[in-house]
């Protein structure tokens, strides 16, 4: 299987090349220990690629909802993350802050939830 996924980088990473010879911007980030490869075209940038990553975040949480000691802690971090890279470019409203302040009140209530000596494997 691993190798399986070596094979599958490999043809990838001549694919890439491929097209960067033809003067195609294309990025790809890899985790190979994870057998994970994402690639980014060249208009995405950081904003894109964070709001993305935080997709994968919040269905952990959603996927782990109230069956992991920190899943509403992920979950609430999750949604203010969202809030904020939502309004990168613009001030945050009223209604907004206080969206935050919400989940930063939520976070508060499950730290008492989570004890330092509970690990969960």
Same mark, same amino acid.
């Given at each position: 299987m691993v190798e399986? $996924?070596?094979?599958?980088?490999g043809a990838l990473s001549?694919?890439?090349?491929? $097209?960067?010879?033809k003067n195609v911007l294309i990025k790809m980030?890899?985790?190979l220990d994870s057998n994970i490869v994402r690639i980014y075209g060249e208009r995405s940038d950081a &904003?894109?690629?964070?709001k993305t990553g &935080?997709?994968?975040?919040?269905e952990l949480a959603y996927d782990t909802a109230e069956h992991h000691p920190y899943w509403n802690l992920l979950y609430n971090g999750s949604q203010i993350?969202?809030?904020v890279l939502d309004k990168w470019n613009d001030a945050l409203t009223e209604e907004e802050l206080g969206e935050i302040k919400w989940?930063?009140?939520k976070i508060k209530d499950s730290l008492g939830n989570?004890?330092?000596?509970h690990h969960h494997e």
């Open positions: 399986d $996924f070596a094979k599958f980088y001549d694919l890439i090349k491929s $097209f960067e010879q980030s890899s985790d &904003l894109a690629r964070a &935080l997709e994968e975040v919040a993350i969202k809030v989940y930063a009140d989570v004890s330092s000596d």
